[in-house]
């Protein structure tokens, strides 16, 4: 793994222990999954954060056909983002750069 790569990780588990407040962690959280088509599932549930009320533009692309699809957005207070196999870090990087901006 890159420096770059662990950096982005490391900025995920900061956020996350960040929002771990004897309460939050119990309810919400991240889920990282495999889906089928072949790509990944990113979830952040930001309910309860200072995330919850802050405005997000849907980012979507399709190149023609689901393995290629990517996608961020916000949906019912969860963080969701879909990728490709190659394109993960693409939407740590993107959550992180919203939930770390001011």
Not at 25 to 46: A, C, M, Q, R
Not at 91 to 101: D, N, R, V
Request: proline letters at 4%; aromatic letters at 12%.
């Amino acid at each position: 793994m890159q420096d770059a790569e662990i950096e982005l990780f490391r900025r995920l588990e900061r956020w996350y222990a960040a929002q771990c407040n004897g309460d939050w962690e119990h309810t919400y959280g991240i889920t990282l999954e495999t889906v089928d088509n072949p790509g990944w599932s990113f979830k952040v549930e930001i309910s309860d954060t200072y995330l919850s009320d802050r405005a997000f533009e849907e980012i979507h692309e399709n190149q023609g056909n689901d393995r290629n699809e990517f996608l961020c957005r916000v949906k019912d207070r969860v963080f969701i983002g879909q990728s490709p196999p190659d394109r993960l870090h693409e939407i740590i990087s993107i959550f992180l750069c919203w939930a770390e901006s001011p």
